[in-house]
């Protein structure tokens, strides 16, 4: 088993770190198979760079559309319509799928608990005197602050200290391995076939990893942006939108995605999965103007998206 197996020392180089945590989340999985999400969020640690585990939860419009095939092009305001007792029946679905959220999110962070305690436990105390040389490692273990003891805090922690810094820990080999992962956040773009939720997941997921290897903190704005500007063409008149002020900005990057994911359910079917470019060069102006808000009615026509102009 791993977790009897020889602790992690101040010297431990990127195969024997690799390796142990490997296997620590195999044995994991088999010894601790009734904490749900445990074994994925031990897969996710022992990659390297680790990547952190996010349920996929379903948006409200997801749920809505469940109901029927005929629902998948459609916008909740047409759902509803369709549905006899639309508001009493999706209300009711609406709410088991928020109580299913808080379920999996709780069995979510009493994993992440077991986690810790099976990372913090296989470090030996040279490691973790060296791991209190790093700010976030501090602040992790700091109770004082809103999500201390984050497992994935803790593995990337040690990443770089056991992988990213192992041959030299010199100020320009940090400074380095910074610039690699903002290069990569600040260059993350939704892919053609990948949904607003996923997307928005990756960019949490790069934002934390910058975040624990040093790399400064953007304003509440400077982060709804680049969110935004990583989205595809789709999002066009919404963002050209933002851009002129014909709407405002989102005040968070949680809010940003909740505006994005309502805009993709009323795009038809045909752009969906279609990647159209920079989003910036598209829609200019009075264009724009005309394209709406990101919030369109629906036609009488089955499907079909009605953008009206924005509400100034």
Same mark, same amino acid.
């Given at each position: 088993?791993?977790?009897?197996?020889?602790?992690?020392?101040?010297?431990?180089?990127?195969? +024997?770190?690799?390796?142990?945590?490997?296997?620590?989340?195999?044995?994991? +999985?088999?010894?601790?198979?009734?904490?749900?999400?445990?074994?994925?969020?031990?897969?996710?640690?022992?990659?390297?760079?680790?990547?952190?585990?996010?349920?996929?939860? $379903?948006?409200?419009?997801?749920?809505?559309?469940?109901?029927?095939?005929?629902?998948?092009?459609?916008?909740?305001?047409?759902?509803?319509?369709?549905?006899?007792?639309?508001?009493?029946?999706?209300?009711?679905?609406?709410?088991?799928?928020?109580?299913?959220?808080?379920?999996?999110?709780?069995?979510?962070?009493?994993?992440?608990?077991?986690?810790?305690?099976?990372?913090?436990?296989?470090?030996?105390?040279?490691?973790?005197?060296? +791991?209190?040389?790093?700010?976030?490692?501090?602040?992790?273990?700091?109770?004082?602050?809103?999500?201390?003891?984050?497992?994935?805090?803790?593995?990337?922690?040690?990443?770089?200290?056991?992988?990213?810094?192992?041959?030299?820990?010199?100020?320009?080999?940090?400074?380095?391995?910074?610039?690699?992962?903002?290069?990569?956040?600040?260059?993350?773009?939704?892919?053609? $076939?990948?949904?607003?939720?996923?997307?928005?997941?990756?960019?949490?997921?790069?934002?934390?990893?910058?975040?624990?290897?040093?790399?400064?903190?953007?304003?509440?704005?400077?982060?709804?942006?680049?969110?935004?500007?990583?989205?595809?063409?789709?999002?066009?008149?919404?963002?050209?939108?933002?851009?002129?002020?014909?709407?405002?900005?989102? +005040?968070?990057?949680?809010?940003?995605?909740?505006?994005?994911?309502?805009?993709?359910?009323?795009?038809?079917?045909?752009?969906?999965?279609?990647?159209?470019?920079?989003?910036?060069?598209?829609?200019?102006?009075?264009?724009?103007?005309?394209?709406?808000?990101?919030?369109?009615?629906?036609?009488?026509?089955?499907?079909?998206?009605?953008?009206?102009?924005?509400?100034?």
């Amino acid at each position: 088993m791993a977790g009897k197996a020889s602790l992690i020392g101040a010297d431990t180089g990127p195969a +024997a770190f690799t390796k142990f945590f490997e296997t620590l989340g195999t044995d994991t +999985a088999a010894s601790h198979s009734s904490v749900e999400y445990l074994g994925k969020l031990m897969s996710g640690y022992s990659c390297s760079p680790p990547t952190d585990y996010k349920i996929p939860h $379903k948006s409200d419009l997801d749920v809505a559309r469940e109901i029927d095939v005929e629902f998948k092009r459609f916008t909740m305001e047409k759902i509803l319509e369709k549905v006899q007792g639309g508001e009493k029946r999706i209300g009711a679905m609406l709410a088991n799928n928020d109580r299913e959220k808080v379920r999996a999110e709780k069995k979510l962070a009493d994993a992440k608990e077991v986690a810790y305690a099976l990372i913090y436990k296989a470090c030996s105390k040279s490691t973790l005197a060296k +791991a209190q040389t790093k700010q976030a490692w501090r602040d992790n273990e700091d109770k004082e602050k809103a999500e201390f003891h984050d497992p994935f805090v803790a593995i990337t922690v040690l990443h770089i200290i056991h992988v990213s810094e192992f041959l030299g820990n010199k100020p320009e080999d940090v400074v380095t391995r910074q610039n690699q992962l903002e290069d990569a956040w600040r260059a993350l773009k939704q892919g053609p $076939k990948q949904s607003v939720a996923e997307y928005y997941m990756t960019y949490l997921e790069l934002q934390k990893a910058a975040y624990v290897a040093g790399v400064a903190k953007l304003t509440g704005l400077r982060d709804v942006m680049r969110f935004s500007d990583g989205l595809n063409g789709r999002f066009a008149p919404l963002l050209v939108n933002y851009k002129n002020g014909f709407v405002g900005r989102p +005040a968070t990057v949680q809010q940003a995605f909740e505006e994005a994911d309502t805009f993709a359910g009323t795009l038809p079917a045909s752009s969906k999965h279609t990647d159209d470019g920079d989003w910036r060069v598209l829609v200019t102006g009075e264009e724009a103007k005309k394209r709406g808000s990101g919030r369109p009615p629906i036609s009488e026509k089955k499907g079909e998206a009605v953008v009206l102009d924005p509400i100034l």
